[in-house]
């Protein structure tokens, strides 16, 4: 489990397919702190852990991962949202983030309001439904508030510290971001449903 407090952001090193896509990730984490078979939330996605040097770890991808996230995109330098799970006693200052994208949602646009930006998105169809206003999402393993929703866009506002300490500083309309909608938004629905 993670919070969507983004700790890190970490460079894409190498990446190889070996059957499945390995990643070389540098990071600014203490890696004599991570074990081996760890989970570590790169934009968002739940990864373990395969292989750890002095500033890096490496990361095997299975192909149903990289079908279902933006992690096709992922090329040598790009930079990345990096968390370590959650630990007992840790403060919780985003929501609970499981690690598992839904899907993958599209900058549409963007726009400068004072010192922030507002970013719109489109979500799939069929995941439009589970966001609300004022309500949480995981996008690139960011824990955002949603702002207004019209249809299946959304939109989020970053300020300047979110900007800085994430890779949304890098964000450009037509990128595809990784969505993880709220649990609670999920079983919310799924109750309706059966009632």
């Known amino acids: 489990m993670f919070t969507g407090i983004i700790t890190d952001v970490g460079i894409i090193a190498e990446l190889e397919q070996q059957g499945d896509l390995r990643a070389r990730i540098r ?18 996605v739940c990864l373990t852990v395969i292989a750890l040097g002095d500033d890096w770890y490496d ?56 010192d922030s930006t507002r970013v719109t998105l489109r979500a799939p169809q069929s995941l439009a439904r589970f966001i609300a206003p004022k309500g949480s999402v995981a996008l690139n393993g960011t824990s955002l508030t949603v702002n207004d929703v019209d249809g299946c ?24 971001i990784n969505l ?3 649990t609670l938004a999920r079983y919310v629905a799924r109750l309706q449903e059966a009632g």
């Open 180 to 182: 993880e909608i709220d």
């Open 59 to 114: 990361v095997q991808i299975s192909a149903e991962t990289v079908s279902k996230t933006n992690l096709d995109s992922w090329a040598e330098g790009k930079r990345v949202n990096l968390e370590r799970a959650l630990k007992v006693g840790d403060e919780l200052g985003g929501h609970i983030v499981s690690g598992h994208v839904d899907g993958v949602a599209e900058v549409t646009e963007m726009k400068d309001e004072g």
């Open 153 to 176: 866009d959304f939109g989020i506002n970053f300020i300047p510290h979110t900007k800085e300490v994430t890779t949304w500083g890098d964000v450009k309309p037509g990128d595809r």
């Open 27 to 44: 990071t600014g984490y203490d890696t004599a702190s991570i074990d081996l078979g760890a989970s570590i939330a790169s934009d968002g």
